[in-house]
């Protein structure tokens, strides 16, 4: 194996080992325990991450970079603003009933109580996951809508409004505070967010 294989090998094992011991652990996460998961020593997490809070970084984007690769996939182009926000909330409502859907939860919670334990972590994780986000806007940005196309902005502004929403219902869904919300449910609830939002019907372009 080339010093470049193991690297790799060393870096796919502790974002493999972070993220089971992280989402049980939450800011109580040891690195001894990750690196010893991953069999490295605790200076590979240094060497490759910097600290563990990049480690912790490094898990999000690692977790969030391919959902948004099949999201690409699940929203075809041609098709217009509401037609893209119907596919975009379908995909988002199988995946509450994907077998990792309650393992992405608990990491979601914990994630959440890190940041407000860590205001530094927090800050980093958010940044992570809106340079993500970034696909989802590139996705909505330019489709047909009453008439113009969605500009950047407003397409930034309709992925924050839809992370909430689907954020919501997705915690919602295995709490049983959401009955009956089914794909069309989503689809539903997701159309109606894009169609009443002024900022993108007007062509509002505030950033």
Not at 52 to 81: C, F, M, S, T, W
Not at 135 to 161: D, I, K, M, W, Y
Request: net charge negative; glycine share 8%; aromatic share 6%.
């Amino acid at each position: 194996m080339t010093r470049a294989e193991t690297k790799e090998r060393n870096r796919r094992a502790l974002l493999d080992a972070a993220f089971e011991v992280v989402s049980r652990d939450g800011y109580r996460a040891r690195l001894d325990e990750i690196a010893e998961r991953a069999d490295v020593t605790t200076g590979a997490i240094y060497s490759l991450f910097g600290s563990k809070n990049g480690l912790v970084v490094a898990v999000v984007a690692d977790h969030l970079r391919p959902y948004y690769e099949e999201i690409e996939q699940a929203v075809p182009a041609g098709l217009d603003l509401l037609e893209a926000v119907d596919a975009f909330a379908r995909y988002c409502r199988r995946g509450c009933d994907a077998p990792d859907a309650l393992p992405r939860l608990s990491l979601q919670i914990t994630l959440l109580d890190m940041a407000l334990h860590d205001p530094d972590l927090g800050s980093r994780l958010a940044g992570s996951i809106r340079e993500q986000e970034n696909h989802l806007v590139a996705l909505f940005t330019g489709r047909p809508h009453n008439g113009s196309t969605v500009t950047p902005q407003q397409a930034q502004r309709l992925t924050t409004a839809l992370r909430a929403l689907f954020v919501g219902l997705g915690q919602g869904i295995p709490l049983g505070l959401a009955p009956g919300a089914d794909e069309q449910y989503f689809a539903d609830t997701a159309r109606a967010l894009a169609s009443g939002m002024p900022l993108v019907d007007q062509g509002a372009d505030t950033a």
